[in-house]
């Protein structure tokens, strides 16, 4: 809990002070989420935990500070759909109602702003700040096109919003920081909270503004807020929509969700707010949000975990690669309990160990990747390799720039079994009823040992049989399976030997050269093998060169060819 705090009080003073934060919000809402569980787990709140307090008092004092009349309060948040069910029963209970209304509005990605009014004229911008001291940028005023600065009332009121930068204006200033050789700006975000807080307000910069909530005025409920603020002339959340059940708020949830790239601006979800007035006074608040709205935000695409150990892995060329055990997390809809880390210049790169915490994305949405490493401590060192292959002991050896591990053992068991389920894969000799458990237990068995052993199996169809997990019926299933994969065209068995740089499109290339089998290894055997040179390029070349020239590959060969015909 204290590490968790420490990250989240730095990555606090990044956001609210620098203006400069080095996570995305979605992360750091994880990380809170984290450190909110521990404490209800245990029953235990650490003093001055980041889950009581809004924000981070500057300890850059660049702008007067304005102490709040009323605290400017944060939002509990979810994208969870339980925990919007929750907060909806948590509120009928407290109320001890049946049915209830709700507004919805967009949730802007911005900052929020006070604006303070006297007799209807404008007299003070102050920033959330801790949420109850914030800083007067009244100073860059003229940046905020959608403010008034003199309402049609002579009224004394509060008027709190989002300030925020459109996505055009976004891209057209990272253009012009760009020409400038100036470091561009990571979101519209912070390029909205860098310029509000500026100290120099004659740079040509625009903001917007939507006013959520107004304070001076009587007011019953928050669709009369709006309709109010819009009469004063202020702009309001697009698009907001009542709802009389939990079914509408989903409803209106996924409508936004699928247009939100249409709009004009960033959103990351929905504010779910009672409707009545009355009711918000019922229902109370904590010195960080109140009880009566919910932040209902888009499924993370991104998740942080932690880093439990770090394995080895052979690949059938020798190369190792490694693969991060992590803490089971969901992401996007799966769980995720494994991340490739590719080589050791990938870990190093990351400066990466055990124990760290990690943001996870999907590439493609298919396959986890790590793009950010989380020290949790003061100690910054990276993971160290094994010295020796996991499978069969050898000495690793590095490449020249130091960037992966290779096991030069051409009789790594791990390389054979490696080798062995490519053959049997569907690109392959597509063997069917065959998978990776089947082939270790045969290997370990000794009964399969190279490529030209699934051929002989036939022959010891009685020592299969005797092994545990094998019935008649499956081991017939393949064994039949074997032999319909010798009627294969020969570019499958190129395939299935698997030289480097030789997949399925240049199988076929290659056997359309030696088209005869006898052919190719007469070529072969006699090093002729320009014209593979001049079709399938000079690296392609090299490689079936370097394949056979070790005789184990070419002995293989030899004996899978008699097996075909």
């Known amino acids: 809990m204290e590490k968790l705090s420490q990250l989240l009080e730095r990555w606090n003073y990044e956001y609210f002070v620098l203006n400069r934060p080095t996570v995305d919000d979605k992360i750091y809402d994880q990380i809170l989420q984290e450190l909110k569980s521990l404490e209800e787990k245990y029953d235990f709140v650490l003093p001055r935990s980041p889950t009581q307090k809004i924000g981070i008092k500057s300890e850059k004092k660049k702008f007067r500070l304005v102490k709040h009349q009323i605290p400017m309060l944060s939002l509990n948040s979810t994208d969870n759909c339980e925990e919007l069910i929750k907060f909806d029963q948590r509120i009928k209970k407290k109320l001890e109602l049946n049915d209830l209304q709700y507004l919805c509005e967009l949730k802007i990605d911005g900052l929020s702003a006070s604006l303070i009014y006297q007799k209807g004229k404008l007299i003070m911008i102050v920033t959330r700040g801790d949420g109850w001291i914030g800083e007067e940028v009244s100073i860059n005023q003229h940046l905020i096109e959608d403010i008034p600065p003199v309402l049609p009332q002579n009224i004394d009121c509060e008027v709190r919003g989002e300030v925020y930068m459109e996505k055009a204006e976004f891209l057209r200033l990272n253009e012009d920081l760009k020409k400038k050789n100036i470091k561009i700006l990571a979101n519209p975000r912070n390029a909205a909270a860098g310029t509000l807080r500026t100290l120099f307000p004659t740079q040509s910069r625009k903001l917007r503004f939507f006013a959520y909530q107004i304070f001076g005025i009587k007011i019953i409920n928050q669709q009369e807020c709006l309709k109010k603020l819009s009469q004063l002339g202020f702009p309001v959340s697009p698009h907001y929509r009542f709802c009389q059940d939990l079914k509408e708020i989903q409803n209106y949830f996924q409508e936004v969700k699928k247009n939100r790239d249409k709009l004009d ?28 709205a919910l932040a209902y935000k888009f499924p993370a695409s991104i998740a942080t975990s932690e880093i439990k150990d770090i394995q080895a892995e052979i690949t059938r060329s020798g190369r190792i690669s490694y693969v991060g055990q992590i803490e089971p997390v969901l992401l996007k809809g799966s769980k995720i309990s494994k991340a490739t880390l590719h080589n050791y210049g990938f870990i190093r790169e990351l400066n990466l160990n055990i124990g760290d915490k990690i943001v996870l994305k999907k590439a493609g949405d298919i396959i986890p990747q790590i793009t950010q490493v989380i020290k949790m401590d003061k100690k910054n060192d990276c993971w160290i390799p094994p010295n020796n292959c ?18 030069s053992n051409e009789e790594c068991p791990e390389r054979n079994i490696k080798s062995l389920i490519l053959f049997a894969s569907k690109p392959a000799m597509d063997i069917k009823g065959i998978n990776e458990a089947i082939i270790r237990k045969l290997h370990q068995a000794n009964l399969l040992r190279t490529s030209a052993d699934f051929y002989r199996l036939g022959q010891k169809k009685a020592e299969v049989l005797k092994m545990e997990g094998f019935q008649r019926k499956s ?27 030789i997949g399925g499109v240049k199988s076929r290339k290659l056997t359309s050269i030696y088209s005869d089998p006898g052919h190719f290894i007469e070529a072969v055997e006699k090093n002729e093998l320009k014209t593979i040179g001049e079709n399938l390029g000079k690296e392609t070349q090299k490689e079936v060169e370097n394949f056979f020239q070790k005789p184990k590959n070419l002995n293989i060969f030899k004996e899978l060819i008699k097996f075909f015909h």
């Open 475 to 501: 081991v017939n299933n393949l064994l039949s399976n074997i032999e319909l994969s010798k009627k294969k065209p020969f570019f499958h068995l190129v395939t299935a030997l698997g030289i480097p740089l």
């Open 265 to 292: 601006f960033d959103i990351d979800g929905i504010v779910i707010k009672v409707n009545n007035y009355d009711h918000h006074e019922k229902l109370g608040k904590t010195n960080k949000f109140p009880h009566w």
């Open 390 to 407: 996991p499978s069969c002991g050898y000495s690793l050896e590095w490449n020249q720039e130091k960037i992966y591990q290779n096991c």
